[in-house]
């Protein structure tokens, strides 16, 4: 089955200065990019979801790419992950698992040097310009808190009622001067994707 692509929107977000204080070193990036599709199963109830499974195979490449040049940073600078899914009217929820679950995983971490823990995600049913929060967190330690975050992001004009819009979202920072406590990335083993 041939995807039809309507448009990618990417987005980053480069953070200065938070509570009043300047952020040292390293700029702070936060980049999404998004593609929007024609959803092939709007509007009927279909079994067999494999087409979009399968899809999030080639697009996932594409759309880490694209943040990683619109962010200006290279996959090793990579330290936090996480996908969302919103579709329109005419679809179901379902359609948007089909995208973030199955296969979407394998290449997305190959695109950005690794990545050992769960990437978080969000999916929602949603209309043009609506948004959705895309979780973040340690590509490599679930628990490094001071990567516990989320990226809003949204496309002005999608998704209409027939498409569904599949965002990637990448950081090279956790938030923002953190200091909650908790695991820190310099202590994070990385071993087993949680700790």
Request: aromatic residues 6%; charged residues 30%; hydrophobic residues 40%.
């Amino acid at each position: 089955m041939d995807i039809k692509i309507r448009k990618f929107y990417t987005v980053v977000e480069e953070i200065k200065s938070d509570g009043g204080k300047e952020i040292e070193g390293k700029p702070h990036k936060r980049a999404a990019a998004a593609v929007v599709i024609e959803n092939p199963f709007a509007g009927k109830y279909v079994e067999d979801l494999s087409p979009l499974i399968d899809w999030s195979e080639v697009i996932a490449p594409i759309l880490v790419q694209k943040a990683l040049t619109a962010a200006g940073i290279d996959k090793t600078e990579v330290e936090s992950y996480g996908k969302a899914a919103i579709v329109g009217g005419n679809g179901e929820l379902e359609h948007a698992a089909a995208l973030l679950h199955p296969k979407l995983g394998k290449p997305f971490r190959e695109e950005v040097n690794g990545g050992k823990a769960i990437i978080p995600s969000a999916k929602k049913m949603g209309y043009p310009g609506c948004t959705i929060d895309v979780p973040l967190h340690f590509k490599d330690a679930a628990f490094v808190r001071t990567h516990f975050d989320a990226m809003e992001v949204r496309v002005p004009d999608a998704p209409r009622d027939n498409e569904i819009v599949l965002i990637l979202a990448i950081t090279n920072c956790g938030r923002p001067h953190p200091r909650i406590g908790g695991l820190t990335k310099e202590e994070a083993k990385c071993e087993d994707g949680l700790r």
